[in-house]
C-alpha cells in the first residue's frame, strides 16, 4: 500500500488558518476514500475528516464549520483546510487511505499563542 505524503503544518495563533495537503498516486487518489488523523502525545491517531473518491466526506463533530476536506482531481491532493484552530487541534496529521494501514510521516500541527 502507499504512503501518502503530508505537508502544510506549523505554528499559529489561536484562531489562525492553515491548510495541509495529502499527495497521493493517481491509483490511490481515484481508487481510494482518504481520510486526515490527528494524534496527540499518548493517544492513538483519531479520524477528523474523510473523502471519497466521488466527493462525500465526513468529519468529527469537533472540527464541523472550521475544517474543510477537499480534493483536487488534477493535482492527486486531498486538502485539509483549517480555520479558527484552536489549542486543542494541536496534534501532528497524517494522512492515509480508510482502509488501508500504511502510515506516512505526518505534519504537525501547533496551536499556541
Known amino acids: 500500500q502507499e504512503k501518502l505524503v503530508e505537508s502544510g503544518g506549523g505554528l499559529v495563533q489561536p484562531g489562525g488558518s492553515l491548510t495541509l495537503s495529502c499527495a497521493a498516486s493517481p491509483e490511490t487518489f481515484n481508487r481510494a476514500a482518504i481520510g486526515w488523523y490527528r494524534q496527540t502525545p499518548g493517544k492513538q491517531r483519531d479520524l477528523v475528516a474523510s473523502i471519497f473518491p466521488r466527493g462525500s466526506y465526513y468529519y468529527v463533530d469537533s472540527v464541523k464549520g472550521r475544517f474543510t476536506i477537499s480534493r483536487d482531481n488534477a493535482k492527486n491532493t486531498v486538502y485539509l483546510q483549517m480555520n479558527n484552530l484552536k489549542p486543542e487541534d494541536t496534534g501532528r496529521y497524517y494522512c492515509?487511505?480508510?482502509?488501508?494501514?500504511?502510515w506516512g510521516l505526518g505534519t504537525q500541527v501547533t496551536v499556541s499563542s
Open positions: 492515509k487511505e480508510i482502509l488501508g494501514d500504511s
